[in-house]
């Protein structure tokens, strides 16, 4: 039980910042877009990640510099990107400002999340290389890695389906135009991060 709360714990504590994939799944909870397929996407991916860090992948991953930096330039462009994009629809508005309107795809959606994910490296280092090297001092490791994955079921479901209580709120297209605008700037933040200090 100790190691299962250890790992709730650590997992809520890397799990809350805000960055580019909590933003994309708050997004999709206010459009209500495949909230369930977005939120089971990276339930699954974080159970993939913490499993393979607590089992031993972060030290690999921590002896595979290469990668992490491929990992790096690639999240920088990607979130580039998207940010730009972002910023495109704060400058002219939303044409999806009512739930359901103008949806994306389920596959185009899970693109860009399977994008902001695995091409993030700091779900990387959170996920594989601080939760494994945090498990190392539990030897239940089937209960810190349950813990760790129940904070993010929890965690990314709330987000998902939570975000429509602040619905009312984003019925104003300027709501939209404002929280396009913060995405475009945590995404752009991060993709800076990425670049200046790796």
Same mark, same amino acid.
């Given at each position: +039980?100790?190691?299962?709360?250890?790992?709730?714990?650590?997992?809520?504590?890397? $799990?809350?910042? $805000?960055?580019?994939?909590?933003?994309?799944?708050?997004?999709?909870?206010?459009?209500?877009?495949?909230?369930?397929?977005?939120c089971a996407f990276c339930a699954v991916s974080d159970a993939v990640l913490i499993s393979a860090g607590v089992l031993g992948a972060g030290a690999i991953a921590a002896q595979a510099?290469? %990668? &992490?930096?491929? +990992?790096?330039?690639?999240?920088?462009? %990607?979130?580039?990107?998207?940010?730009?994009?972002?910023?495109?629809?704060?400058?002219? *508005?939303?044409?999806?400002?009512?739930? *359901?309107?103008?949806?994306?795809? !389920?596959?185009?959606? !899970?693109?860009?999340?399977?994008? &902001?994910?695995?091409?993030?490296?700091?779900?990387?280092?959170?996920?594989?290389?601080?939760? *494994?090297?945090?498990?190392?001092?539990?030897?239940?490791?089937?209960? %810190? $890695?349950?813990?760790?994955?129940?904070?993010?079921?929890?965690?990314?479901?709330?987000?998902?389906?939570?975000?429509?209580? /602040?619905?009312?709120? %984003?019925?104003?297209?300027?709501?939209?135009?404002? /929280?396009? &605008? /913060?995405?475009?700037?945590? +995404?752009?933040? $991060?993709?800076?991060? /990425? +670049?200046?200090?790796?």
């Amino acid at each position: +039980m100790n190691a299962y709360l250890a790992g709730l714990a650590a997992s809520l504590s890397l $799990i809350v910042a $805000i960055g580019a994939q909590n933003a994309f799944v708050l997004k999709q909870g206010l459009m209500r877009r495949h909230v369930l397929a977005t939120c089971a996407f990276c339930a699954v991916s974080d159970a993939v990640l913490i499993s393979a860090g607590v089992l031993g992948a972060g030290a690999i991953a921590a002896q595979a510099p290469g %990668f &992490l930096a491929a +990992m790096r330039w690639g999240g920088a462009a %990607f979130l580039l990107i998207y940010g730009a994009r972002a910023f495109a629809a704060a400058w002219r *508005g939303s044409a999806a400002l009512r739930a *359901g309107e103008g949806a994306a795809g !389920l596959w185009a959606t !899970l693109a860009v999340l399977a994008a &902001l994910t695995w091409l993030n490296p700091h779900v990387w280092l959170d996920t594989v290389v601080l939760l *494994g090297a945090i498990s190392a001092r539990w030897e239940d490791k089937g209960g %810190f $890695i349950a813990g760790a994955v129940t904070a993010s079921i929890l965690f990314f479901f709330a987000l998902g389906y939570g975000a429509r209580w /602040l619905s009312p709120l %984003f019925a104003r297209p300027v709501a939209w135009r404002v /929280l396009d &605008l /913060l995405v475009g700037l945590v +995404m752009w933040s $991060i993709a800076l991060g /990425l +670049m200046v200090h790796g």
